[in-house]
T-cell receptor, first 112, second 115 residues
Framework: AQSVAQPEDQVNVAEGNPLTVKCTYS??????LFWYVQYPNRGLQFLLK??????LVKGSYGFEAEFNKSQTSFHLKKPSALVSDSALYFC??????????FGAGTTVTVRA | NAGVTQTPKFQVLKTGQSMTLQCAQD?????MSWYRQDPGMGLRLIHY???????DQGEVPNGYNVSRSTTEDFPLRLLSAAPSQTSVYFC??????????????FGQGTRLTVV
Protein backbone atom coordinates (compact mmCIF):
# COMPACT_ATOMS: atom_id res chain seq x y z
CA ALA A 1 0.00 0.00 0.00
CA GLN A 2 1.16 3.53 -0.67
CA SER A 3 0.66 6.55 1.54
CA VAL A 4 1.58 10.19 2.02
CA ALA A 5 2.04 12.11 5.24
CA GLN A 6 1.92 15.87 5.56
CA PRO A 7 2.84 16.41 9.20
CA GLU A 8 1.70 20.03 9.42
CA ASP A 9 -1.96 20.97 9.13
CA GLN A 10 -1.03 24.63 8.89
CA VAL A 11 2.03 26.67 7.98
CA ASN A 12 2.15 30.39 8.69
CA VAL A 13 4.86 32.64 7.29
CA ALA A 14 5.42 36.33 6.70
CA GLU A 15 5.52 37.63 3.16
CA GLY A 16 9.07 37.60 1.82
CA ASN A 17 10.18 34.78 4.10
CA PRO A 18 11.00 31.26 2.91
CA LEU A 19 8.14 28.78 2.76
CA THR A 20 8.49 25.04 3.32
CA VAL A 21 5.69 22.46 3.25
CA LYS A 22 6.73 19.00 4.35
CA CYS A 23 5.82 15.66 2.77
CA THR A 24 6.94 12.08 3.34
CA TYR A 25 5.77 9.09 1.36
CA SER A 26 5.67 5.32 1.21
CA UNK A 27 5.32 3.39 -2.05
CA UNK A 28 6.43 0.11 -3.60
CA UNK A 29 8.65 0.59 -6.59
CA UNK A 30 9.80 3.85 -8.11
CA UNK A 31 7.85 6.83 -6.78
CA UNK A 32 6.23 9.46 -8.92
CA LEU A 33 5.67 12.47 -6.68
CA PHE A 34 3.49 15.52 -7.15
CA TRP A 35 2.46 18.75 -5.51
CA TYR A 36 -0.93 20.31 -6.14
CA VAL A 37 -2.40 23.59 -4.88
CA GLN A 38 -6.06 24.33 -4.24
CA TYR A 39 -7.46 27.83 -3.89
CA PRO A 40 -10.83 28.31 -2.15
CA ASN A 41 -13.74 26.75 -4.04
CA ARG A 42 -11.49 25.70 -6.89
CA GLY A 43 -10.10 22.48 -8.29
CA LEU A 44 -6.56 21.20 -7.90
CA GLN A 45 -3.81 22.86 -9.88
CA PHE A 46 -0.62 20.99 -10.67
CA LEU A 47 2.56 22.65 -9.33
CA LEU A 48 5.41 20.25 -9.98
CA LYS A 49 6.48 16.63 -10.15
CA UNK A 50 9.41 14.32 -9.58
CA UNK A 51 9.66 11.40 -11.98
CA UNK A 52 13.38 10.72 -12.30
CA UNK A 53 16.65 12.60 -12.61
CA UNK A 54 17.64 15.68 -10.61
CA UNK A 55 16.50 15.63 -7.03
CA LEU A 56 15.62 19.34 -7.13
CA VAL A 57 12.64 20.02 -9.35
CA LYS A 58 11.26 23.42 -10.26
CA GLY A 59 7.63 24.16 -10.94
CA SER A 60 5.07 26.87 -11.37
CA TYR A 61 4.93 30.21 -9.53
CA GLY A 62 8.51 29.97 -8.22
CA PHE A 63 7.97 26.75 -6.27
CA GLU A 64 10.52 23.95 -6.09
CA ALA A 65 10.75 20.63 -4.32
CA GLU A 66 13.56 18.38 -3.23
CA PHE A 67 13.32 14.61 -3.57
CA ASN A 68 15.23 12.72 -0.89
CA LYS A 69 15.14 8.97 -1.45
CA SER A 70 16.83 7.98 1.81
CA GLN A 71 14.40 10.04 3.88
CA THR A 72 11.45 9.28 1.56
CA SER A 73 10.62 12.98 1.53
CA PHE A 74 9.51 15.49 -1.08
CA HIS A 75 9.31 18.89 0.62
CA LEU A 76 7.88 21.87 -1.23
CA LYS A 77 9.78 25.15 -0.99
CA LYS A 78 9.59 28.73 -2.09
CA PRO A 79 12.42 31.15 -1.30
CA SER A 80 10.20 34.21 -0.86
CA ALA A 81 6.51 33.71 -0.11
CA LEU A 82 3.74 35.96 -1.40
CA VAL A 83 0.34 36.66 0.15
CA SER A 84 -1.14 35.13 -3.00
CA ASP A 85 0.52 31.80 -2.11
CA SER A 86 -2.03 31.35 0.68
CA ALA A 87 -3.88 28.17 -0.23
CA LEU A 88 -4.24 24.46 0.52
CA TYR A 89 -1.33 22.31 -0.67
CA PHE A 90 -1.44 18.59 -1.34
CA CYS A 91 1.40 16.14 -1.81
CA UNK A 92 0.62 12.98 -3.80
CA UNK A 93 2.41 9.78 -4.78
CA UNK A 94 1.81 7.05 -7.32
CA UNK A 95 3.71 4.25 -8.95
CA UNK A 96 3.15 2.55 -12.29
CA UNK A 97 -0.49 1.70 -11.61
CA UNK A 98 -1.69 5.32 -11.97
CA UNK A 99 -3.51 5.41 -8.64
CA UNK A 100 -2.71 8.59 -6.73
CA UNK A 101 -2.56 8.71 -2.95
CA PHE A 102 -2.86 12.14 -1.35
CA GLY A 103 -1.76 13.58 1.92
CA ALA A 104 -4.31 15.30 4.15
CA GLY A 105 -3.20 18.71 2.96
CA THR A 106 -1.41 21.69 4.50
CA THR A 107 -3.03 25.10 4.72
CA VAL A 108 -0.50 27.84 4.02
CA THR A 109 -1.17 31.35 5.25
CA VAL A 110 1.17 34.12 4.21
CA ARG A 111 0.68 37.34 6.18
CA ALA A 112 1.49 40.73 4.75
CA ASN B 1 -9.09 22.82 -24.97
CA ALA B 2 -11.61 22.25 -22.16
CA GLY B 3 -9.60 19.64 -20.19
CA VAL B 4 -11.75 17.87 -17.58
CA THR B 5 -15.34 19.07 -17.28
CA GLN B 6 -17.58 18.18 -14.35
CA THR B 7 -21.28 18.82 -14.02
CA PRO B 8 -23.09 19.94 -11.97
CA LYS B 9 -20.96 22.28 -9.85
CA PHE B 10 -23.40 22.19 -6.93
CA GLN B 11 -26.12 19.74 -5.95
CA VAL B 12 -28.41 19.20 -2.98
CA LEU B 13 -30.02 15.78 -2.60
CA LYS B 14 -32.45 14.30 -0.15
CA THR B 15 -31.48 11.10 1.64
CA GLY B 16 -32.33 8.13 -0.54
CA GLN B 17 -32.29 9.98 -3.85
CA SER B 18 -30.01 8.89 -6.66
CA MET B 19 -28.04 11.00 -9.09
CA THR B 20 -25.20 10.94 -11.58
CA LEU B 21 -22.18 13.22 -11.52
CA GLN B 22 -20.88 13.74 -15.01
CA CYS B 23 -17.23 13.88 -16.05
CA ALA B 24 -15.83 14.34 -19.53
CA GLN B 25 -12.29 14.88 -20.79
CA ASP B 26 -11.14 15.87 -24.26
CA UNK B 27 -7.44 14.97 -23.95
CA UNK B 28 -7.75 11.33 -25.00
CA UNK B 29 -6.43 10.17 -21.63
CA UNK B 30 -6.70 6.49 -20.85
CA UNK B 31 -6.91 6.70 -17.08
CA MET B 32 -9.78 8.41 -15.27
CA SER B 33 -10.69 8.49 -11.61
CA TRP B 34 -13.09 9.90 -9.05
CA TYR B 35 -12.07 11.29 -5.67
CA ARG B 36 -13.93 12.75 -2.75
CA GLN B 37 -12.45 15.52 -0.62
CA ASP B 38 -13.35 15.81 3.03
CA PRO B 39 -11.79 18.23 5.55
CA GLY B 40 -8.59 16.89 7.08
CA MET B 41 -8.64 13.75 4.96
CA GLY B 42 -7.19 14.88 1.67
CA LEU B 43 -8.58 13.25 -1.44
CA ARG B 44 -9.66 9.62 -1.35
CA LEU B 45 -10.04 7.45 -4.43
CA ILE B 46 -13.58 6.17 -5.06
CA HIS B 47 -13.35 4.37 -8.43
CA TYR B 48 -11.02 4.42 -11.37
CA UNK B 49 -10.78 3.23 -14.96
CA UNK B 50 -7.74 2.31 -17.03
CA UNK B 51 -9.65 2.42 -20.30
CA UNK B 52 -13.05 2.10 -21.94
CA UNK B 53 -14.93 -0.87 -20.54
CA UNK B 54 -12.60 -1.32 -17.55
CA UNK B 55 -13.35 -0.02 -14.06
CA ASP B 56 -12.19 -0.91 -10.57
CA GLN B 57 -12.76 0.08 -6.97
CA GLY B 58 -10.62 2.50 -5.07
CA GLU B 59 -10.33 3.19 -1.37
CA VAL B 60 -13.94 4.23 -0.64
CA PRO B 61 -16.26 2.65 -3.27
CA ASN B 62 -19.33 1.80 -1.20
CA GLY B 63 -22.49 3.57 -2.33
CA TYR B 64 -21.06 4.53 -5.73
CA ASN B 65 -21.10 2.99 -9.19
CA VAL B 66 -19.18 3.91 -12.32
CA SER B 67 -19.06 2.92 -15.97
CA ARG B 68 -16.73 3.78 -18.84
CA SER B 69 -18.39 3.24 -22.18
CA THR B 70 -16.17 5.74 -24.01
CA THR B 71 -12.67 7.13 -23.49
CA GLU B 72 -14.09 10.60 -22.88
CA ASP B 73 -16.79 10.01 -20.26
CA PHE B 74 -16.66 8.60 -16.74
CA PRO B 75 -19.91 9.21 -14.81
CA LEU B 76 -20.23 8.55 -11.09
CA ARG B 77 -23.58 7.30 -9.81
CA LEU B 78 -24.84 7.66 -6.26
CA LEU B 79 -27.29 4.83 -5.79
CA SER B 80 -29.12 5.97 -2.64
CA ALA B 81 -27.67 9.17 -1.22
CA ALA B 82 -26.72 9.32 2.45
CA PRO B 83 -25.59 12.30 4.56
CA SER B 84 -22.15 10.66 4.80
CA GLN B 85 -21.77 11.28 1.07
CA THR B 86 -21.84 15.03 1.59
CA SER B 87 -18.48 16.01 0.12
CA VAL B 88 -16.69 17.66 -2.76
CA TYR B 89 -16.14 15.29 -5.66
CA PHE B 90 -13.33 15.57 -8.16
CA CYS B 91 -12.86 13.78 -11.43
CA UNK B 92 -9.35 13.42 -12.85
CA UNK B 93 -7.74 12.09 -15.99
CA UNK B 94 -4.16 10.97 -16.55
CA UNK B 95 -2.38 10.25 -19.83
CA UNK B 96 -0.92 6.85 -20.55
CA UNK B 97 2.69 6.34 -19.49
CA UNK B 98 3.99 6.55 -23.03
CA UNK B 99 2.66 10.07 -23.57
CA UNK B 100 5.41 11.67 -21.51
CA UNK B 101 3.24 13.34 -18.90
CA UNK B 102 2.58 11.79 -15.53
CA UNK B 103 0.40 14.27 -13.70
CA UNK B 104 -3.35 14.03 -13.28
CA UNK B 105 -5.63 16.77 -14.56
CA PHE B 106 -8.56 17.65 -12.34
CA GLY B 107 -12.01 19.02 -12.95
CA GLN B 108 -13.36 21.95 -10.95
CA GLY B 109 -15.32 19.74 -8.60
CA THR B 110 -18.92 19.08 -7.61
CA ARG B 111 -20.05 20.17 -4.18
CA LEU B 112 -22.71 17.71 -3.03
CA THR B 113 -24.89 18.12 0.05
CA VAL B 114 -27.18 15.31 1.19
CA VAL B 115 -29.90 16.37 3.62
Amino acid sequence: AQSVAQPEDQVNVAEGNPLTVKCTYSVSGNPYLFWYVQYPNRGLQFLLKYITGDNLVKGSYGFEAEFNKSQTSFHLKKPSALVSDSALYFCAVRSNDYKLSFGAGTTVTVRA
Amino acid sequence: NAGVTQTPKFQVLKTGQSMTLQCAQDMNHEYMSWYRQDPGMGLRLIHYSVGAGITDQGEVPNGYNVSRSTTEDFPLRLLSAAPSQTSVYFCASTPAMGQGMFEAFFGQGTRLTVV
